[in-house]
């Protein structure tokens, strides 16, 4: 039984506990808050000032991220913490402003471009001198589990990074489930899924441990239970709580454990086509994914146990997992996802299965040795 657990961020977690932000213990007095331009448009950037005018904490709002933040964008914060004298970052939605928000805490304090510290891709590799500025998360959406683990997702040209270390896991995330009821079903199936393949992958990953499988295991759970409920009505508290939890649950899961080569492949495709969102590009190859590893007998009783929870109480076969995966996914109506629709090509799925093992490290922990064809085979099966 081994495993290294480390979660220094302070997790604040219910309903209405936005609310209670200003009682909070700030990292400075001058925050830059990141986020998406309609968190203005739904009320919710005026809840968060009022909280900040409480606390005596002025701020500066930086609201150009988008769906699959990019690196001008982290640049452009940075410059703007710099020159401002921000003390700390204050990221406000879902992954991508609280991605973003950690990316730009890095550049805050150091000097260059934010691909000279990139392990992946053509990421210079460098060693990070200085301490990132804090970061605080609110989190609107329940999916990417980033208010919990270190990691962060970011697009240069065709290339979508993931990166992390000790220092960027949230000072402090602020999960409100109250503020996630604004999200429409389709969006709510997407981060739902993403959350769930967090756990998921996590779960069946080599490094996967008797830590993470606790997180996983509980997190995969609550999808199973709650995620259409949370789709088919949004006002539905107990399921919006349940799907929060689980995302949280499975952010500590990435704090511990990883992804797997699902989410390398999905970059693939969301670099090369940024408007694919990436919970639905995730559920695009999942079934193909989970079918490889089922017929490759590369993970047998951990998939045959996700099943179970799931709901497949008589699961014997690790194929009852996928049958499962694609009934939750008819139950969210989101089982016919075409690629299609995003403008993909099939001429550039090589192209895409190439960029997906440059830019990513998740092919060396994954349960199965891909090969190229293996690769390819998912997305050509996954394409409609």
Same mark, same amino acid.
């Given at each position: 039984m081994n495993f290294n657990f480390y979660m220094p961020s302070r997790v604040i977690f219910?309903?209405?506990s936005l609310n209670n932000l200003h009682k909070q213990k700030f990292p400075g007095k001058k925050a830059l808050i990141v986020a998406e331009v309609f968190m203005k448009e739904i009320g919710y950037l005026k809840r968060l000032e009022e909280q900040l005018d409480k606390a005596d904490i002025s701020y500066i709002l930086f609201d150009k991220i988008v769906p699959n933040p990019i690196k001008e964008h982290v640049m452009e914060g940075a410059d703007i913490v710099k020159k401002e004298k921000c003390d700390f970052i204050i990221g406000m939605g879902g992954g991508s402003?609280? #991605?973003? %928000?950690?990316?730009i805490a890095i550049m805050s304090t150091n000097e260059g471009d934010f691909w000279d510290y990139m392990t992946r891709g053509t990421g210079k590799k460098k060693a990070i001198p200085n301490d990132p500025i804090p /970061?605080?998360?609110v989190s609107t959406t329940s999916g990417t589990g980033t208010e919990a683990d270190p990691w962060m997702v970011i697009t240069n040209g065709k290339e979508k990074v993931g990166f992390g270390y000790d220092k960027t896991f949230p000072y402090l995330s602020i999960v409100d489930p109250e503020l996630m009821k604004s999200i429409p079903p389709k969006l709510t199936a997407y981060q739902g899924f993403d959350a769930l393949f967090h756990s998921a992958e996590g779960y069946i990953n080599k490094i996967a441990n008797e830590m993470s499988d606790l997180f996983a295991l509980k997190s995969i759970e609550l999808i199973g239970k709650s995620l259409a409920k949370a789709v088919a009505n949004g006002e539905d508290e107990e399921a919006r709580e349940n799907v929060a939890m689980a995302s949280t649950l499975a952010g500590i899961v990435q704090s511990v454990s990883d992804c797997t080569a699902e989410h390398?492949?999905?970059?693939g495709l969301s670099a090369y086509y940024p408007k694919l969102e990436h919970g639905a590009g995730l559920i695009a190859i999942s079934r193909e994914y989970y079918?490889?590893? %089922?017929?490759?007998? #590369?993970c047998d009783e951990k998939m045959i146990n996700m099943a179970k929870i799931l709901g497949k109480k008589d699961a014997s076969k690790p194929m009852d997992f /996928?049958?499962?995966? /694609?009934?939750?996914q008819k139950a969210c109506g989101v089982d016919n996802i075409k690629l299609s629709d995003y403008g993909v090509k099939r001429e550039d799925l090589p192209a895409i299965a190439q960029n997906s093992k440059f830019t990513s490290g998740l092919y060396e922990t994954d349960p199965h040795d891909f090969s #190229?064809? #293996?690769?390819?085979?998912?997305?050509?099966?996954?394409?409609?």
């Open positions: 219910g309903k209405g402003s609280i #991605d973003s %928000a950690k990316s /970061v605080i998360a390398s492949i999905e970059h079918t490889l590893l %089922a017929e490759s007998h #590369d /996928v049958n499962a995966l /694609v009934e939750l #190229d064809e #293996d690769i390819l085979r998912i997305l050509e099966k996954s394409y409609k």
